[in-house]
């Protein structure tokens, strides 16, 4: 049992569409469906009509509906009751953020914001940016900073949080350099060839907005996916042993470039795409708990 299927079937009750339950909770329709189908063999029974639309309860997923959200409140007691208890880390501020931003952008904000923002305790847990933002949302830490793009927005309403800009970053095609200094590969590619194509897996953000960029490119790009991962870093890893050619944020690889390991992989300008990078907390007002060194930092960032 994993207690994200007790939240994607609550989500699916008060929705009753899997589409829209399945953006709700930031995951692909197919692999939130298999969720639930993984919560159906657990239980040892249907718990969903999908004869009907809109989607239907069966007498036996009532019955368990009851029963998650009295399981899901017990379990969020409990945290906050544990958390009532960390006195002691009242000064330690807690970050939630995607992985990729927390190999990438996080460490160089970070000791440059130590420079003006002395004395700054602070914990980080990587994620990936569904179970990040779920983070937020279940309390389980003061922030969250995550990639913004308007095709692709984060499920939260702006009357519960508030968000702040830190910057923009690129995403952009790199490949190995060649003997020559070249890229071993180019989008769009050559008449008659495909180009390996290092790619995220298809519930990552990240994909989506690669996605996005092959659409939007002036034109058609001919990759060949040999390789899939969730994570920047490893396309990373695969790209300078020169496997193929990665979509990666320009932050994660400018050592990488200054070094000519890797290398544009397209002409300038094409086949990029621009996001925000963006911090975001619970607005005090309705808050559940809330850090006065938190706030602290959230009125220095909003004054700089």
């Not at 000064?91 to 000791?111: N, S």
């Not at 907005?209 to 001919?222: E, F």
């Not at 990759?223 to 991962?229: Q, R, S, V």
Request: glycine residues 4%; aromatic residues 8%; hydrophobic residues 40%.
């Amino acid at each position: 049992m994993d207690t994200k299927w007790l939240e994607d079937f609550v989500s699916l009750a008060e929705t009753r569409s899997f589409s829209r339950s399945a953006q709700l909770r930031h995951v692909t329709q197919p692999a939130f469906s298999r969720r639930i189908q993984a919560l159906e063999a657990w239980t040892g029974i249907d718990l969903v009509d999908r004869s009907s639309y809109p989607t239907r309860l069966t007498p036996a997923g009532e019955t368990f509906h009851a029963q998650a959200l009295e399981i899901l409140g017990a379990l969020q007691s409990t945290r906050n009751m544990m958390r009532s208890h960390q006195a002691t880390g009242q000064d330690m501020i807690e970050f939630a953020v995607p992985h990729t931003l927390a190999f990438t952008f996080f460490p160089h904000w970070l000791m440059d914001l130590r420079r003006r923002f002395p004395d700054l305790k602070c914990r980080l847990t990587a994620l990936n940016v569904h179970d990040a933002v779920l983070r937020l949302t279940e309390g389980g830490c003061d922030l969250l900073i995550a990639y913004h793009h308007a095709s692709q927005p984060l499920q939260l309403s702006p009357e519960r949080y508030e968000m702040l800009s830190l910057g923009r970053e690129t995403l952009a095609p790199y490949a190995k350099a060649d003997a020559e200094g070249q890229p071993l590969f180019r989008l769009p590619g050559r008449p008659g060839e495909r180009v390996p194509f290092l790619s995220y897996a298809s519930d990552a953000y990240l994909a989506r907005l690669v996605d996005l960029i092959l659409k939007q490119a002036p034109q058609p790009a001919a990759l060949d996916a040999i390789y899939e991962t969730d994570m920047a870093e490893g396309l990373k890893a695969m790209a300078l042993e020169g496997h193929g050619l990665a979509f990666l944020p320009v932050s994660s690889v400018r050592q990488e470039l200054k070094a000519r390991r890797l290398l544009p992989a397209a002409p300038s300008g094409s086949f990029e795409l621009t996001m925000e990078v963006r911090i975001y907390r619970e607005r005090p007002e309705v808050a559940r708990h809330s850090k006065p060194v938190a706030q602290s930092l959230w009125e220095f960032l909003q004054g700089h």
